[in-house]
């Protein structure tokens, strides 16, 4: 709840403002993130579905139509309803132009396995840096199509948005040396998780919850107990959703078998920019390692995680001051 309380605080430009620019929709907030970084002041960038919403739950409103319908560009994930209703409602019929998995993939974005669910894993592809770096890349090309007198524009950023990102998996590499993360067995709670642990170099051993409503089952939960009695586990990666949707399970696992929670946020975003998210993240890695382990001796688990979030927004108070953006 913490997270979300500190998402709050910030600014959330999800509202349509009067705007002579060009207007582009991400569906979700963090892919809005990546966008951000390739427009910069060419384009207004709005997300279909607000920050902290289950996308999977989201359903197309007239209030979407009419504010977005005039939009010249909608990326998408490629896997949620509310964006093929949207694509068939509004953007065909507009004739708007329509970026998704595949032009990502053709970008050199990869999808990744998940142990024990069959095809590739869509959920939260977009989080992982060089995806996002992919992305980047394909919304600045359709952008030059769209809008070629600044053609320069868009590739230059997104060139600068790689070198941002690069900058940042230093950071993450540097986070993930710091903490013996590299190689570390870890169990994720939802799928998008798996994609941060990738990024710090972690093996993803177990999903703890792979299927949406559905709840852990006892047998689930004792396979993750019997693998870190093997060693096979040494962390928990839990988001924001997650503890939203399972706090109660990601509490008991950790306590029971010693498991050290790493926390990162997926469900809201608490900046405009994928870079600064991905520093928050990042120091949220570093932080709530290190105070899973104090959790267990002198402070409580809230406690603990409300100094890794104040820990993480250090970071990226920072990292926006080290940085100059157009």
């Known amino acids: 709840m913490l997270i979300l309380f500190f998402c709050l605080l910030l600014p959330t430009p999800n509202q349509l403002q009067p705007s002579n620019q060009l207007v582009v929709v991400a569906s979700v907030d963090t892919l809005a993130m990546i966008v951000r970084e390739v427009c910069g002041k060419r384009a207004d960038v709005y997300s279909l579905v607000e920050a902290g919403k289950d996308p999977h739950l989201a359903q197309l409103t007239p209030s979407m139509v009419e504010e977005f319908s005039k939009a010249v560009l909608f990326v998408s994930t490629g896997h949620l309803t509310v964006e093929d209703k949207f694509v068939e409602s509004v953007a065909r019929p507009a004739g708007m132009e329509v970026v998704s998995l595949q032009d990502y993939l053709a970008e050199g974005a990869k999808l990744s396995k998940l142990p024990g669910v069959s095809g590739k894993n869509l959920h939260g592809y977009w989080l992982e840096p060089d995806n996002a770096i992919a992305i980047a890349w394909a919304v600045a090309h359709r952008m030059s199509t769209i809008d070629p007198e600044n053609q320069s524009y868009y590739l230059g950023r997104a060139k600068l948005f790689e070198e941002r990102v690069g900058e940042l998996k230093e950071l993450l590499a540097a986070t993930s040396a710091e903490l013996d993360l590299e190689g570390a067995g870890a169990v994720v709670c939802l799928p998008a998780e798996a994609y941060w642990a990738e990024a710090l170099g972690m093996n993803v051993v177990e999903v703890l919850k792979s299927e949406e409503h559905v709840t852990p089952s006892p047998e689930k939960i004792s396979r993750i107990a019997s693998l870190a009695k093997e060693g096979k586990i040494r962390y928990v990666i839990a988001s ?87």
């Open 240 to 326: 924001d959703m997650a503890y939203s949707l399972m706090g109660e399970y990601i509490e008991q696992i950790s306590s029971t078998t010693g498991l050290r929670v790493i926390r990162i946020s997926v469900f809201c975003s608490s900046t405009k920019y994928y870079t600064d998210y991905l520093a928050y993240n990042a120091g949220l890695v570093r932080a709530s390692a290190k105070t899973s382990s104090l959790s267990e001796t002198t402070l409580s688990a809230p406690a603990a995680f409300s100094i890794a979030v104040l820990s993480a927004l250090v970071v990226i108070e920072a990292w926006a001051l080290l940085r100059r953006r157009e």
